[in-house]
């Protein structure tokens, strides 16, 4: 199985990294790709990919799933998200290869159910990545993390005070986990805000791709 997707090639002739950008529960491809758009002003020689979740949402038909939060068995629970980790992972490796890039090239964004996808990924991979952006998410399942750790990279978390869908708390732990991991991870909080990303989000967000990043 392939993931439908979207893509913003770069505005130079050869990309020299690549950010994937992995939507949250009930949303699609589309959804955060105007981010791309926007970080690409900034960043030319970056291009942009935004993969569908395999699985239709059981609760948005319209959007799609990386693994079902309605489900009542966290074991299937589980086993739905390694499914679409290696459909993602299998993904990312071919539109790394199409673009001559490695996986030093990759950054991983994601929002809400896509920061868990994200996590969890870019964590696991042998060589490191260049880093996650982690907007209003968490660690899923830290036994599943823990359990899979083979690398590290920066990663900074975004969240907002009023988000109710994944509380403050619930990011606050999963910086703690990672932290004693010795994993180089930082967080921005933004007060009054929801389950949602700000445009102080996204400058954070642009900030942490150009300050690290060595073109």
């Known amino acids: 199985m392939s993931l439908h997707f979207k893509k913003l090639n770069s505005n130079s002739a050869q990309a020299k990294k690549m950010v994937v950008l992995s939507h949250g ?18 960043l030319p020689d ?25 489900q009542t068995s966290q074991e299937k629970i589980i086993e739905e998200f390694q499914s679409s980790l290696k459909l993602l992972d299998q993904f990312i490796n071919t539109q790394l290869k199409e673009e001559g890039l490695e996986k030093k090239d990759l950054y991983l964004m994601g929002f809400s159910q896509g920061t868990m996808m994200s996590l969890q990924l870019a964590l696991s991979y042998k060589d490191p990545i260049a880093g996650v952006l982690g907007y209003s998410g968490k660690v899923y399942d830290f036994n599943f993390l823990e359990k899979n750790i083979n690398s590290q990279c920066p990663i900074l978390l975004l969240h907002g005070t009023t988000d109710t869908v994944i509380p403050l708390e619930e990011m606050y ?3 703690e986990l990672l932290k004693k991991k010795s994993i180089d991870i930082e967080y921005k909080i933004f007060e009054n805000c929801g389950h949602s990303i700000t445009p102080e989000g996204l400058s954070a967000g642009l900030n942490f ?7």
């Open 25 to 42: 529960y009930g949303a699609d491809c589309s959804d955060l790709l105007s981010i791309g758009e926007y970080w690409q002003r900034f």
């Open 46 to 70: 970056f291009c942009f990919v935004a993969p569908n979740a395999p699985t239709p949402c059981q609760i948005s038909p319209s959007g799609f799933e990386w693994f079902d939060l309605m």
């Open 173 to 175: 732990a999963s910086y």
């Open 209 to 215: 791709l150009k300050l690290k990043v060595d073109l």
